[in-house]
């Protein structure tokens, strides 16, 4: 210690001899990181199959539904310092058919938290169809809480069902932007 | 982010009070001389360092930016300020910091042919290269930066906290020749190091999806002893100052030197200093990341139940494990050259040395010397040119002009005094800077206490 307070003192009498322009370390505090930070997120790609089933020997439309655990953000300084989220997809058609997409954010406990999309029409025969959700955080604080990413997907009219010889699929892709 | 700009900060602040040691090899026959060339010569019967206070340094240096370029008071921001100096530096550039205090040193004529020196200091020396993508990567995102590959081979550090306990001989072989060796013990208390990585990370439009995330030829070795025990930071700091007390991870090492007078006007001379290295191994805690890694996202299969995060888990510990371990390591010491070619003139006198023997010496001098030092990721050099002048044989200043990586124009001066048998020497180098300390890249800054006795 002794020599510590040596050293020290003869590092500052030089400093009081030299001379420096106004420094303001201070400014330190006014500065944070803002990286945007792209992020792979969910894609898929189903075909005519996915969407029937039969029940008691007849055929039914039905839709299809999956979750995922999506663990980015649980992080306490992501959360800290989440300013927006950018919600994108690509969404290819093949089909002649009209399809509802629900797309939600889910916490830990599986509760819906906030709906990206809710009933999103897809039209049919669409070979791409480019959405974005910007989520401001300030303006929907609970998404920072999201652990969990789920997909609903099924045809609108539920009456008819899908050629299950049809050969076309639907594909999703989808990225999500973290802006600190 | 905001603790890595703190610590550089730190580090750039402290730039301003510390040394260089040009300004001391050779200088005015000064103990601490032996330790940048133990062949140098020695005209005194025996000396002592004051304990703590005959040989302190520091060097700490900065290239690519200066303090003053984020916190100067001015108009800019200080996002704009950061930015600026983001964009300014390069892999090339580094921080630099190397301190020592000597804890005791003394010497004695052995001979009229032979000196013997020895001592102890303790050493901080590190150099960290400022990695610039991954700075980018944190401060800006991937987002702006689709198909740039980040690189993680920027990424060299090195920091050693040491003990060295020395001895050394500095033997007049003939009239014109005098060679010098000493032998160092290393201590080591702490070591961090990381060298020889490699890799990228890039972020580029996917085929499946949108984005496609891509770590390739991942092999990062971060390596350390002294730091962790049991599984555990080691945070008492008198176990470090122990380590360095022969505790620690022990080493060896050993400096050359010789002086020679093609005239008894023209001198040449020249060393090699801490050719030696630290065999690490106690208290290590080595990490390893080693393999490729692609993500394109979670394909869904949908009614499946599927775990995919916990899918994505497995291929990813095994295509890119970290692996620590305990193996023990050698890191070398950062090997220092020095040359010098020194002409003296002017008026001749004598002055008495050991024995009462009487020498001669010219009043005035001038030289050239050239410094390296071995550093991870290339050598780094300093061309000084000297003007020495002797105003009594008691009173010596020598003034320096040195080219280097930080600067064409370092300005340095350094005066040795002699009142009884008590030396004291100060040496304050880049004087240009001075009126403006926080716009210097690199002050330096050295001073110590002797008894000298003839």
């Known amino acids: 210690m002794n020599l510590l307070k040596i050293y020290s003192t003869a590092i500052i009498t030089i400093f009081f001899l030299s001379c420096s322009q106004p420094l303001d370390f201070e400014q330190l505090e006014e500065y944070t990181i803002k990286p945007s930070i792209s992020s792979s997120l969910v894609f898929f790609s189903i075909d005519a199959s996915s969407f029937n089933t039969i029940i008691s020997g007849i055929p039914t439309s039905t839709e299809v539904n999956e979750t995922t655990d999506f663990k980015l953000l649980n992080n306490s300084f992501i959360k800290q310092n989440l300013v927006q989220l950018d919600f994108n997809f690509e969404i290819k058609n093949e089909f002649n058919r009209v399809f509802l997409l629900d797309v939600n954010l889910l916490d830990s406990e599986s509760n819906t938290i906030h709906k990206l999309f809710e009933g999103f029409e897809i039209s049919g025969n669409t070979l791409r169809i480019s959405e974005e959700v910007l989520l401001i955080i300030e303006d929907f604080p609970q998404v920072v809480n999201f652990t969990k990413i789920q997909f609903i997907i099924g045809l609108k009219d539920t009456t008819v069902t899908l050629d299950a010889s049809n050969l076309s699929k639907i594909e999703c892709k989808s990225s999500l932007v973290i802006h600190l | ?454």
């Open chain 2, 1 to 454: 982010m905001r603790i890595i700009v703190l610590i550089f900060t730190f580090l750039i602040g402290l730039n301003s009070f510390s040394q260089n040691k040009q300004v001391l090899y050779d200088f005015a026959g000064l103990p601490q001389t032996l330790l940048l060339n133990p062949g140098l010569e020695i005209d005194y019967k025996f000396h002592i360092g004051v304990p703590l206070l005959s040989g302190i340094s520091s060097e700490i240096g900065s290239t690519g930016f200066s303090l003053s370029e984020i916190f100067a008071v001015n108009n800019n921001t200080i996002k704009d300020k950061i930015s600026a100096v983001l964009n300014k530096i390069d892999a090339n550039d580094y921080l630099k910091v190397n301190t020592q205090i000597e804890v005791f040193s003394a010497g004695f004529r052995f001979d009229n042919k032979t000196y013997v020196s020895f001592g102890f200091y303790q050493e901080l020396d590190a150099i960290g290269y400022l990695p610039k993508d991954a700075l980018t990567l944190i401060n800006e995102g991937n987002t702006s930066y689709l198909n740039k590959s980040f690189s993680l081979s920027e990424m060299i550090y090195k920091l050693d906290v040491l003990g060295v306990i020395h001895a050394g001989i500095s033997r007049k072989v003939s009239d014109k020749l005098t060679l010098g060796g000493r032998f160092k013990v290393y201590s080591s208390a702490l070591n961090l190091e990381t060298t020889n990585n490699s890799g990228t990370f890039t972020t580029g439009l996917g085929n499946n999806n949108i984005y496609i995330h891509h770590l390739d030829n991942v092999n990062l070795n971060l390596r350390s002893s002294g730091l962790i025990s049991n599984n555990e930071y080691i945070s008492d700091s008198s176990t470090y100052i122990e380590n360095s007390l022969l505790g620690g991870n022990l080493g060896a090492g050993i400096d050359f030197g010789f002086t020679y007078h093609v005239t008894p006007q023209l001198q040449f001379s020249g060393s090699l200093i801490d050719f030696g290295f630290v065999h690490h191994t106690k208290n290590i805690q080595n990490n390893l990341i080693v393999g490729s890694y692609t993500f394109e996202g979670i394909e869904f299969e949908f009614d499946s139940n599927r775990n995919y995060w916990q899918e994505l888990d497995g291929p990813l510990k095994k295509q890119l494990p970290i692996v620590g371990n305990q193996d023990s390591y050698t890191s070398w010491r950062p090997a220092k050259l020095n040359a010098a070619i020194k002409y003296s003139f002017g008026e001749k006198r004598s002055k008495y040395c050991y024995d009462n023997i009487l020498k001669d010496f010219y009043t005035n001098a001038f030289g050239a010397q050239l410094y390296s030092v071995n550093r991870p990721l290339r050598q780094q050099f300093a061309l000084t040119s000297f003007y020495e002048k002797s105003f009594s044989n008691k009173l010596q200043a020598k003034i320096t002009h040195t080219v280097d990586g930080y600067s064409y124009y370092n300005i340095g001066v350094g005066v040795s005094a002699k009142i009884w048998k008590i030396n004291f020497y100060g040496i304050l180098d880049n004087l240009t800077k001075l009126s403006d300390i926080s716009s210097a890249n690199n002050v330096s800054l050295q001073f110590g206490f002797n008894l000298l006795f003839n």
